[in-house]
């Protein structure tokens, strides 16, 4: 098993919690420095989520609309913790009545959740259960971080993101682009926006055996957004990765694939 250096530094979700609240887990906006999961194993856990700056609210401001609200399959995912902590990440519809999204985003920790289409007719709102981890072992940088929500009600969309395994093309070396449909602020609903097209390399020799990078571009509360396929300089709905963290030291964003043990995995948890 191949693991990823110590010194990476795994950015998990983030957290917006209200000026009584305290921080979960410790840590601060300043104190970003990552703790070892299992000591001398290389593997890494996930630092403790980020706080929201004092007096930082969400924006009023309708959000932007990328490619005019084509990707409206992209959803903000808002989890509360036991301790009534509020705490964000980002999604995509691949159903009616299912979000795809990065397993350290459906830890047991948390105790509801609740997703928003913001780039959707009328702007749902729906309530989301059943939490489902492809591995529960996701700290561990060479294991899969992602799973899925399912919705109390559908989200009628006139699609949905496609499941698509492009990882036998990128390692037999193809070339392929990617690119997100991200917060521009690491704030709950912050505004969205279409990165640029990147290019999509493998991180199996890095350690994340289900992984791919892009060069380094998120925000903040990027956690489980969607990546997908570029093809002819056009963005596609075809999902092929879900955001995991960011190594600035490598300036990389890593990604785990939708690849075949996901899709078998899926496909018998759902019965599709």
């Keep these: 098993?191949?693991?990823?250096?110590?010194?990476?530094?795994?950015?998990?979700?983030?957290?917006?919690?209200?000026?009584?609240?305290l921080v979960a887990c410790g840590g601060s906006p300043e104190d970003r420095s990552p703790t070892p999961y299992e000591e001398g194993s290389g593997a890494i856990a996930p630092l403790p989520p980020s706080q929201a700056s004092p007096g930082k609210s969400s924006p009023a401001a309708p959000v932007t609309k990328p490619?005019?609200?084509?990707?409206?399959?992209?959803?903000?995912?808002?989890?509360?913790?036991?301790?009534?902590?509020?705490?964000?990440?980002?999604?995509?519809?691949?159903a009616a009545q299912r979000v795809v999204t990065a397993a350290h985003c459906l830890d047991p920790m948390f105790v509801s959740?609740?997703?928003?289409?913001?780039?959707?007719?009328?702007?749902?709102?729906?309530?989301?259960?059943?939490?489902a981890q492809l591995s529960?072992?996701?700290?561990?940088?060479?294991?899969?971080?992602?799973g899925f929500l399912t919705l109390d009600q559908p989200v009628v969309l006139g699609h949905y993101a496609t499941l698509t395994d492009v990882g036998p093309r990128v390692d037999a070396g193809e070339s392929l682009s990617a690119a997100a449909v991200v917060r521009t602020d690491e704030l709950?609903?912050?505004?969205?926006?279409?990165?640029?097209?990147?290019?999509?390399?493998?991180?199996?020799?890095?350690?994340?055996?289900?992984?791919?990078?892009?060069?380094?571009f998120t925000k903040g509360g990027d956690s489980g957004a969607g990546l997908f396929l570029v093809e002819n300089g056009q963005i596609t709905h075809q999902l092929i990765g879900v955001a995991r963290q960011p190594e600035p030291s490598r300036s990389l964003d890593h990604f785990t694939r939708i690849d075949a043990s996901f899709l078998a995995w899926y496909g018998d948890k759902t019965g599709r």
């Design 113 to 131: 959740y609740e997703i928003v289409a913001p780039l959707a007719p009328d702007r749902p709102r729906v309530k989301a259960a059943a939490p």
């Design 188 to 216: 709950p609903e912050a505004p969205l926006e279409t990165s640029a097209s990147m290019p999509l390399s493998s991180t199996v020799d890095l350690g994340y055996e289900h992984g791919f990078a892009t060069p380094l």
């Design 67 to 94: 490619d005019d609200g084509a990707f409206s399959e992209v959803v903000y995912v808002f989890m509360r913790d036991r301790r009534n902590q509020k705490w964000f990440c980002t999604g995509t519809l691949v």
């Design 1 to 21: 098993m191949r693991l990823a250096s110590t010194s990476l530094s795994f950015v998990a979700f983030a957290a917006v919690v209200a000026s009584s609240a």
């Design 136 to 146: 529960v072992a996701f700290e561990d940088v060479a294991n899969p971080d992602i």
